[in-house]
């Protein structure tokens, strides 16, 4: 789960690390107030999407300019304009795609005076299975593109969860950094208190880019991007509650509320698979005969018949949605199961594109049957390649 960029500076706030005064608006007429609670002479308004590059976007409507969604004002009335010329309107960047998404809040802020801009990253490293920090002096840039083009300027730390952080890792990360003086004390305290936040909150994932040094040789976090691990948010019903369900694609929220794992993608073939090793072969095999899978769709090999039917109807809400391709192997899924929830889906919502089933497994002779008596119009398959052939012709014709 990830959260927006005030959200995690509250928490950042909260564990004391230096960040600055700032406020949330949600509608353009609290602008003006929100800005003249905060001290200026410079404030910063910033767009709050579940996306990064934010800065070098742009905003398809032509009147909100080409500025990005980081704006400076040195007014309040002039972070009360920049703030309505966001809210309500799309912002694409290199992480939305053309799509974008819709600014429903912005952020406003002091301004910094920045000396020098830091990449600064707590991640979890699944090769290692631990947490790993990751730091550059190449801060405000796209990480991606440091690793590309200069990575010896990048830093990767592991932690030893037998010790935890300990001070010597901060001043390393400091004289990665070229911190000196008392920047590589204020370095060792702010990483440790990094570090104990990432573990309390069962975080994935915290960026801070950039970590600058202000004129005045502070330490200070001027951005922050949180993800959480959805398995672990039963333990901490605070940050669950963080979630905004305007930055989750509709299907996938839906999906959700069933337990089902579900991710779209672009593509025109809907998948519905038991397993996620045999939904990343569906989808591969797809590509293999020519075309894109539409959604990753594990119902899990407990599914009742009712989390089928709904996973059935999530498929079909999607517009770019071709063709639909069941490919279930049961173990402790049972093949019947999946043929009476496919059948109920059929009859609630209609069935308007082709639809292959390959069925393999427990009670797979019983689940044929009861396809084939229903009456519909299903494409049988006999394998997984052959599934993957037929429901690409009958998509391509």
């Known amino acids: 789960m990830n959260i927006h960029e005030y959200q995690a500076k509250e928490l950042l706030r909260a564990a004391g690390a230096p960040v600055g005064?700032?406020?949330?608006?949600?509608?353009?007429?609290e602008a003006k107030t929100a800005a003249g609670q905060i001290d200026g002479p410079v404030w910063v308004v910033k767009a709050q999407i579940h996306a990064g590059g934010r800065g070098k976007g742009h905003f398809k409507e032509a009147d909100a300019g080409e500025k990005g969604g980081v704006r400076l004002a040195r007014s309040v009335e002039e972070a009360e304009m920049e703030a309505r010329r966001m809210l309500g309107r799309t912002l694409v960047t290199i992480q939305t795609g053309e799509a974008g998404k819709q600014v429903n809040r912005v952020y406003i802020e002091d301004g910094a005076d920045i000396a020098r801009e830091l990449y600064l990253a707590l991640l979890l490293d699944r090769g290692t299975s631990r947490i790993s920090f990751v730091c550059s002096t190449e801060g405000g840039m796209d990480i991606e593109e440091v690793a590309h083009s200069t990575p010896e300027k990048i830093l990767t730390l592991t932690?030893?969860?037998?010790?935890?952080?300990?001070?010597?890792?901060?001043?390393?990360?400091?004289?990665?950094?070229g911190l000196e003086g008392g920047q590589v004390k204020q370095c060792v305290s702010l990483m440790g208190t990094l570090y104990k936040l990432f573990v309390s909150k069962d975080m994935e994932m915290l960026e801070i880019n950039p970590l600058i040094v202000t004129?005045?040789?502070?330490?200070?976090?001027?951005?922050a991007k949180v993800g959480f691990d959805n398995n672990a948010l039963y333990r901490h019903p605070d940050i669950a509650a963080l979630a905004d369900e305007t930055e989750v694609d509709p299907k996938e929220l839906a999906a959700q509320k069933f337990d089902l794992n579900y991710i779209a993608l672009d593509g025109e073939i809907g998948c519905m698979v038991n397993g996620a090793g045999l939904a990343m072969a569906t989808m591969d095999i797809i590509k293999l005969y020519g075309a894109e899978p539409a959604n990753f769709l594990d119902v899990g090999g407990g599914a009742t018949k009712e989390k089928v039917t709904e996973a059935f109807k999530i498929i079909t809400s999607d517009p770019n949605v071709k063709g639909i391709l069941v490919n279930i192997f049961g173990g402790i899924m049972r093949c019947d199961i999946i043929a009476e929830g496919i059948i109920a889906a059929v009859k609630e919502v209609g069935l308007q594109v082709p639809l292959v089933v390959r069925l393999e497994g427990t009670n797979v002779d019983l689940g044929k049957q009861i396809i084939r008596d229903s009456g519909l119009n299903v494409i049988p398959a006999d394998d997984l390649s052959d599934a993957a052939e037929k429901v690409v012709k009958a998509v391509r014709g």
Not at 21 to 29: F, I, K, P, Q, T
């Open 21 to 29: 005064d700032g406020r949330v608006v949600l509608r353009a007429e």
């Open 159 to 177: 932690i030893d969860p037998s010790t935890g952080y300990q001070p010597f890792h901060g001043r390393r990360i400091a004289y990665a950094l």
């Open 215 to 223: 004129k005045a040789g502070q330490l200070h976090c001027l951005d």
